[in-house]
Structures are given as structure tokens and as C-alpha cells.
């Protein structure tokens, strides 16, 4: 069988031979492993490896997408990818060029996940599984482990030739527990771009996810209503990534009329210590990358600055259509998929503000931490929290059960009156959009304080 190089250095130069206003082929390898608990037992314990490619082509406005395993025969791949934006196009192309690069970037995991054989990841799994079940009270639990090392290349017609490798880490563990008819849960989860060592030695936290389970059992239930509520790392970068991030993806922004109309640069969407930032560029994070899968290099958008609306998420044909900047957030999780409009590293730029300074003046409020769940329907939100505290007299009180929180995302923007100083970023997440899932992605943001914030409870 030909390797992806070989097959890569044949259609350089290539493919602007065809009838076609833009062609680019993408070729992949790719190994992985997976290991997977339900309660007490050994659910999955696989390890596989997956090779295929596919080519989009763009002819007068239309697409022809063509996926393949064998890596024979890619002319003729290329031909039907042609045939059928040629059956499909029926306007003008728009595609904004981009720099022709030619590039390979390896990946730089200090502990390659592929260097741990599988009995040794289920033997450290093992131990975490054993850690929750140490814990009396559990009704149930799961754990799910998953690495992957990708290779890729790009070939376009623009003359690219781009190789790169992606190596993704992650882990999550719930676990969940019952008595006196009630049942509550608890999760953690993890990430890494490919360092396995980042998800060693976790033993209390798991732990504490076992207790923090069983304790929530006994915990009151927050009387409904608007509250100041001041929200984790965590919690603060699913909403800003879930609730606002999805609306700065330009595919949406063009696609729906009445979003266009809310979402218009300069726009006033809060206070100027507001800050939002997509950014590709980042070391070492699960959301990182030197090239997006158009061949657009990854890049740091200001989406909000200083509370207005200053940047949006662009793949080479929405920034046509737009008559803006490709941003290279053109990404698919393999090559069984074309790229569509994605985020990378999502986060509210830190302030000055402690969490002790936060939390001083609020007499009655709620510090919500972590994140279990959520949904969005354009602006409008709900997020369920991991856990909840309340905040009395400026001091952090009582364990509660898990809030929710609701709002429309414009309004809640506004009512954030302070951001920490404590920026940090979670690891654990994995997007989805357009049936492709999950992309690893990564969001974060300091502590902030949102006034008004309606929670629902008793």
C-alpha cells in the first residue's frame, strides 16, 4: 500500500490541472486506544489503527466531498470530488486565498501515549476505579479513557503541502450515588495534548468525586431566584465557549438573519474589562494548532474587546462571503469529515480582581463551580453546575445541590461586573457541532461575578 508521503509528493503541483476553482486532499494515519468502566467492571479495552483520506472540491459555489480508506486510486477520488461540485455549483466560488505554505509540525508529547502499552493504562484505571468504589454509598460509576496520535496532510491547489501530527489525551470519571430515594452525581474530567503523565496520579481527586457524590445527597436545594452568582474557571469558560463562542461561528452568523443582526462588530455587549479570545496559537493546549485544515494558519481572534464585539470565527468561505479575514477555524475531527467553522481555545482574559475581593461584598449569593450539563438555543442558556455553595456575608457557606442557571447570553454579558485574576484552562472538553464529535478543544476563563443571575431551585 502507498504511504501518505509518496501519495502526498505525487499531487503536489498537481491539482491545478483539474477543472476546478479550488481541490485539497487530505490523507490520514492515525492510532488509538480506548479503555471504558461501567461500575465495577471492564466495559471496553481496544487499540486500533485507522488510515483513509478524502478530497473536497469547489466548482462555481458547489462542494464535492469524496471519502476513501484505500489509499489507491486518489486521481480518480479527485475526478468524482469535481464531478460533483460541478453537478452541485451553480453560482460564483467564494474562497479568500491564503498563503501557499509547506510545512511539517510534529507533535512535542513529553509522555506519548503510544509508549504506554494498554495492560499499563488499564492497571493505572484500575486503581481509580478501585479509589471510587473505596467509597461507601455509590450506587454506580463510569470511567472513560481515550488517546489518539493523528498524522495528516493537506495538499491544495493553492500549491500547500502541510504535514501534521495531533496527539490527544483525555479522561473522565463519574460517579454516582443513592440513598432515601435520592440520587446525585459527580465528575471530573481530563485532558492533554498527547502527555499521558497529565492524567497519572489523580488518585484523591477521584476520590473526592466519590465523596463529593455521596455528600451532595444531604445537601439543601437553593431557593429559586436571581442571585449574585459567581462562577468557577470551569463553569465560566462552558458558558463563555457554549453560550457565546457557537454564535461567533461565522457559518451561523451567515446562515441565520436574525443572528446577523445581533451579531454586527462594534456592538456593545459589555463592560470595558470584558475581553474574549479565541486563540489557535497557545502552547500546549488540547485546542492548539499550527495550521487549520484548510491550510490557514491557527491565529489569536479578539472576538470581544474591551466589551465589544471585534471578531468572529472564519473558515476561507464564510470570510469570502462576509468580505472578512479567514481566521483558520476550519477544522474536522477526521477525514471522514469536511471542515466546518470550529473554535480552538475559548477564554475570558484575566483582570485584577481576587476571588476574596469577588466574593466581600455579596451578602447572599451563590458560588457555582464545575459543570455537569447544559443546552443553548441561540442566545438563550441553561448550565447545570457541578456543585454550588452559598455565599453569605462575604464568606463561602453550605455545600448545596447543583444549580442551574439560565439567561440570555447578551444580558448575562452585561451583568458581569468583575473578572479574577486566576485565569485557567479546562482540559477536559470535547465539541460538537454538524455531527462531528468531539473535537478537542479547550476553554477557560478566571473567576467572574454576574449580578441578577437567575438560578432555578426550590
Known amino acids: 500500500m502507498p504511504n501518505i508521503d509518496a501519495i502526498a509528493e505525487h499531487l503536489s503541483g498537481k491539482l491545478k490541472a483539474y477543472r476546478a476553482d479550488h481541490i485539497e486532499v487530505h490523507l490520514e494515519e492515525a492510532e488509538a486506544s480506548a ?118 496532510i493537506l ?152 466589551g465589544k464585539l471585534t471578531g468572529r470565527l472564519h473558515s476561507r468561505e464564510t470570510a469570502a462571503k462576509m468580505g472578512e479575514k479567514p481566521s483558520g477555524n476550519a477544522r474536522a475531527i477526521s477525514f471522514r469529515h469536511p471542515p466546518i467553522v470550529r473554535m480552538g481555545n475559548t477564554f475570558i482574559e484575566p483582570r485584577d480582581v481576587s476571588f476574596n475581593a469577588m466574593i466581600a461584598d455579596i451578602k447572599e449569593g451563590i458560588y457555582a463551580r464545575n459543570w455537569y450539563g447544559g443546552t443553548t438555543s441561540m442566545e438563550m442558556f441553561t448550565f447545570s453546575a457541578g456543585e454550588a455553595f452559598m455565599i453569605r456575608n462575604g464568606m463561602v457557606e453550605e455545600l448545596l445541590r447543583p444549580v442551574v442557571l439560565s439567561g440570555n447570553v447578551f444580558e448575562t454579558l452585561k451583568r458581569i461586573d468583575a473578572i479574577g485574576n486566576d485565569l485557567d484552562m479546562n482540559q477536559g472538553g470535547g465539541c460538537g457541532k454538524g455531527g462531528q464529535s468531539p473535537l478537542p478543544v479547550s476553554n477557560g476563563s478566571p473567576h467572574i461575578r454576574i449580578q441578577k443571575c437567575l438560578i432555578g431551585g426550590r
Do not use: C
Open 155 to 306: 495538499v491544495n491547489s493553492d500549491g500547500s503541502l502541510i504535514r501534521q501530527e495531533r496527539a490527544d489525551v483525555t479522561l473522565r470519571v463519574n460517579a454516582v450515588a443513592a440513598g432515601n430515594g435520592e440520587v446525585q452525581q459527580s465528575g471530573i474530567s481530563m485532558g492533554s495534548r498527547g502527555d499521558f503523565n497529565e492524567i497519572k496520579s489523580l488518585h484523591s481527586k477521584v476520590t473526592e468525586t466519590a465523596e463529593r457524590a455521596v455528600g451532595l445527597l444531604k445537601a439543601p436545594q437553593a431557593k429559586g431566584g436571581e442571585y449574585t452568582v459567581v462562577l468557577d474557571p470551569v463553569l465560566a469558560g462552558v458558558f463563555v465557549h457554549e453560550a457565546f463562542g457557537h454564535l461567533s461561528e461565522a457559518d451561523h452568523i451567515y446562515e441565520n438573519p436574525q443572528l446577523k443582526e445581533v451579531m454586527v462588530l462594534g456592538r456593545e455587549f459589555g463592560g470595558k474589562h470584558l475581553n474574549i479570545i479565541d486563540d489557535a496559537t497557545l502552547d500546549n493546549l488540547r485546542g492548539s494548532y499550527a495550521y487549520d485544515d484548510e491550510g490557514t494558519p491557527g491565529q489569536r481572534v479578539h472576538l470581544i474587546t474591551e
Open 35 to 152: 479503555i471504558s468502566y461501567r461500575g465495577r467492571e471492564l466495559e471496553t479495552a481496544t487499540r486500533s489503527r485507522d488510515a483513509g483520506g478524502n478530497v473536497r472540491a469547489l466548482v462555481n459555489g458547489g462542494w464535492g466531498f469524496v471519502t476513501f480508506n484505500s489509499l489507491e486510486n486518489i486521481e480518480k477520488r479527485i475526478e468524482q470530488a469535481v464531478t460533483q461540485a460541478r453537478l452541485a455549483g451553480k453560482g460564483k466560488s467564494e474562497f479568500l486565498p491564503v498563503p501557499q505554505a509547506n510545512a511539517d509540525v510534529k507533535i512535542d508529547a513529553k509522555h506519548d501515549p503510544r509508549r504506554v502499552s494498554l495492560s499499563d493504562k488499564k492497571a493505572l484505571l484500575d486503581e481509580y476505579n478501585q479509589a471510587l468504589w473505596a467509597v461507601s454509598g455509590l450506587q454506580t460509576t463510569t470511567i472513560g479513557y481515550g488517546d489518539s496520535v493523528r498524522r495528516y
